[in-house]
Every structure is written in structure tokens, then in C-alpha cells.
């Protein structure tokens, strides 16, 4: 299994790129900058660093030991399927789960505590995707592959998988101007998930579909205006630091407040100021 990361790397690399072609020649929100606000927050602590601990905590202390105590992997129960079954099974059960459980995160008052840090970027764009509370992660993935494991599935399934998940998920919330007609009742895209980040009222319990955007049409979320958003994010103000992301989610905290205090303030600027100076470095240099 261990040689197929030689292929899903290169693929998943050129979807980045094809991706950030496409936002540059067809923007849905034009003048959206290529390193917009946040965007070293989502790519260093949320797609690189929360990612990499999480796939461990997932795999080696929670599903593992779940299949090692209760044996189900031995038990092979879709083992003989075609990889192509498999693959195709879990995708369309896991997207209808992820729906209903995206559904309740809007409408539950604790749930979306974990999910309010995704819907907190002003700007949207192939990368807005990574920037999900680590807690939210937990529980989706954990869902998502236990049961590739436990039901005995071919090992290939669990990269292939992953593929498809972050390549579809860099894709609707692409900063790009797609028009699919008649493919958006059945495929979801940028068209109906770009409006779910919108900070507009009427869209604030609307398109929770992931990949198939049937699941919307036929549960009646489904929200999709000849108009475009005029604004994204959240109707209040929200923490841009990684950890107090995270925190806002038990408790709710002043970010301005905070960066009264000295020490924090150092921190906070850290990175800013780095960038900076390596700028200048390489300037003078």
C-alpha cells in the first residue's frame, strides 16, 4: 500500500496547482489575492501540522486498537468486493453521513462550536477546505475510516479515499467560476458550496452536501440564486490565531483584548514579523 502514495502525491499536487490555474484565469470572486488572509494559518497549522498528528491519533490509537480488541477486520466482510466497489460504497455512504452531520453541526448550538472556524474565512479559496476544528476532524474521520478498516477492505481503499475526499474538497471551495447546469443537481461544486460560506441569512442552513449534491435537492437545503455572495464568513468577529480557534470553541475570547497583553502580542506577531524580515533579507541579499 505504502507505493501508491507514489502516485496519489504527484495527483494530489497537480490538482494544487491545476486548481490555482483555474482560480487565476476564472475567478468566481475576482481580485481574491493568492496568499489571502489566513492562508499560512490553513496551510501550516491546519492542512501540514493538525493533519499529520491527527492521522496518527486516528489510526494507530483509535481504530487500531478498536480492531485489534474486537478482531472485525479478520472477519472480511467485503473483502472479495471489486476495489472499485468498495471504494464507490464508502464514498456514497460517508457523503450522505457527512451530510446530515454537517446539517446538525448548523443547527445545534454545541456542534457548531467545532465547526464555526470553517465558516470563519472572509475569503474563499481551494485551500478554505483545511480550516476545520481539530475536534470536527476527530469525529468525521474517525466515522469515514473505521469501517474501511473494521469491514476488511482492500488497504488500497483508505489512500485512494483520501484522494478523492481532499481533491473534491480543494474543489468546491475553489475560488472558481464554474457553471455544471444540470451536473449541480447531482455533483456538488463551487457554485453551491462557495454560497454555503456566504454571510447571508438565507444561506446560513442551506447546501451541507460534500460531493453529491443530490443529498441537498432531495432533503430540500438545497440553495442556488442566479446571484453571487456579497460578503463571506461569519456575522460576528472571530479569532485568526490556530489556538484560539480552537479555544473559542469551550470558550469564547476577545483576540484584541488579548494582544493588550505584551507577551501574547510578541507571539502573535511572530510569524508576521518573520516573513517580514525574511522578505527583507532576501532583498538585500
Do not use: C
Not at 40 to 66: A, C, E, G, R
Not at 227 to 244: A, I, M, N, S
Request: proline share 5%.
Amino acid at each position: 500500500m505504502d507505493k501508491i502514495v507514489y502516485y496519489t502525491t504527484p495527483i494530489l499536487l497537480l490538482s494544487v496547482v491545476i486548481l490555482v490555474m483555474l482560480e487565476r484565469k476564472y475567478p468566481y470572486t475576482k481580485g481574491l489575492p493568492l496568499f489571502r488572509d489566513g492562508f499560512w494559518i490553513d496551510l501550516v497549522w491546519y492542512t501540514l501540522i493538525q493533519s499529520y498528528f491527527l492521522k496518527i491519533l486516528i489510526f494507530d490509537y483509535i481504530i487500531l486498537p478498536i480492531d485489534q480488541h474486537y478482531h472485525l477486520s479478520s472477519l472480511q466482510l467485503i473483502t472479495h468486493w471489486p476495489i472499485a466497489a468498495q471504494v464507490l460504497f464508502f464514498l456514497v455512504t460517508h457523503d450522505f453521513y457527512i451530510y446530515w452531520f454537517h446539517r446538525w453541526q448548523h443547527h445545534s448550538k454545541w456542534l457548531w462550536r467545532t465547526h464555526e472556524a470553517h465558516h470563519s474565512g472572509t475569503e474563499v479559496d481551494w485551500l478554505s477546505g483545511s480550516r476545520s476544528h481539530s475536534l470536527e476532524i476527530l469525529i468525521n474521520q474517525t466515522i469515514e475510516f473505521a469501517p474501511i478498516i473494521l469491514l476488511g477492505a482492500n488497504p488500497i481503499v483508505v489512500p485512494i479515499k483520501a484522494l478523492i475526499d481532499a481533491v473534491w474538497g480543494m474543489y468546491i471551495h475553489s475560488n472558481i467560476n464554474v457553471k455544471s447546469g444540470k451536473l449541480q443537481y447531482w455533483i456538488n461544486g463551487p457554485e453551491m458550496h462557495q454560497w454555503h460560506h456566504a454571510e447571508h441569512k438565507e444561506v446560513y442552513y442551506s447546501n451541507f452536501s460534500t460531493k453529491l449534491a443530490i443529498w441537498d435537492w432531495l432533503f430540500g437545503t438545497a440553495y442556488l440564486p442566479d446571484t453571487k455572495p456579497l460578503r463571506f464568513g461569519l456575522p460576528y468577529v472571530y479569532p485568526k490565531d490556530y489556538f484560539l480557534q480552537h479555544w473559542h470553541a469551550v470558550k469564547k475570547v476577545d483576540e484584541k483584548k488579548l494582544l493588550e497583553n505584551g507577551l501574547f502580542s510578541k507571539y502573535y506577531y511572530l510569524r508576521p514579523n518573520l516573513m517580514k524580515w525574511m522578505r527583507r533579507k532576501v532583498k538585500t541579499d
